[in-house]
């Protein structure tokens, strides 16, 4: 079964620098959720879309920004990149809003250096 | 604030034996609760959700127990394998308008022979 697919599995940049994270979701999700987990931490939740909208919003810094496209991928953009930024970064999809099951990408761990 | 967490960071159990994970909850209005298990380097997994609604759900080998009087939630894994090894993860969703989950700090479950 199609999984949610992220890329790139591994991203390595400087401070300072952007990048831009790429999720597409399990064919007909609607909705895209992304995630930052700190090494050794819990995932936090920071933000979601549902029909390319977005839907909730959580810890995401101001620096970062996501999009939720016509094909229902998802990209999170972040800039002025920080050591702190060095994370896992999962997106999970899932059909509808509200109370369902989301299925979990594999993640893309950034390192800034 | 308000947040999820978990009563132990590691449990060790004998292949064979149950296990139980505990984890508390804080917000009261949580209506959707979730465990999943994370593997290293991987995605978090789902394994069961339960809504407020009902106070027990089974899976396979699996049983989460709600309690909202004491906001408590617990998942029960019958006859833990050594497949179950992996840091397990309780969650709320606290989304407006969809679903935003509120991690708790992980318990790491360590199945031994």
């Known amino acids: 079964a199609a999984g949610v697919i992220q890329s790139p599995r591994h991203l390595i940049k400087e401070k300072r620098e952007t990048a831009t994270l790429k999720c597409y979701p399990i064919p007909r999700h609607d909705t895209v959720y992304w995630y930052q987990q700190g090494p050794g931490q819990d995932p936090q939740f920071l933000i979601s879309?549902?029909?390319?909208?977005?839907?909730d919003k959580g810890s995401i810094p101001d620096r970062f920004s996501a999009q939720q496209f016509s094909d229902y991928h998802s990209e999170l953009n972040m800039s002025s990149l920080e050591l702190g930024d060095s994370a896992l970064y999962f997106c999970a999809s899932s059909l509808g809003r509200g109370n369902t099951e989301a299925f979990f990408g594999q993640g893309t761990r950034l390192t800034v250096v | 604030g308000e947040s999820v967490g978990l009563h132990l960071p590691t449990l060790s159990v004998q292949e064979g034996d149950n296990s139980i994970i505990n984890c508390a909850y804080s917000n009261s209005a949580s209506d959707y609760f979730i465990w999943y298990k994370q593997e290293s380097g991987k995605g978090p997994q789902f394994i069961i959700d339960i809504r407020s609604n009902m106070d027990k759900r089974q899976g396979q080998r699996v049983t989460v127990l709600l309690n909202k009087t004491v906001k408590h939630l617990s998942l029960q894994i019958a006859a833990t394998q050594p497949g179950d090894s992996a840091v397990y993860f309780c969650a709320e969703n606290i989304g407006d308008s969809g679903y935003a989950l509120n991690f708790g700090k992980g318990t790491s479950l360590l199945v031994t022979p």
């Open positions: 879309f549902y029909e390319k909208m977005q839907s």
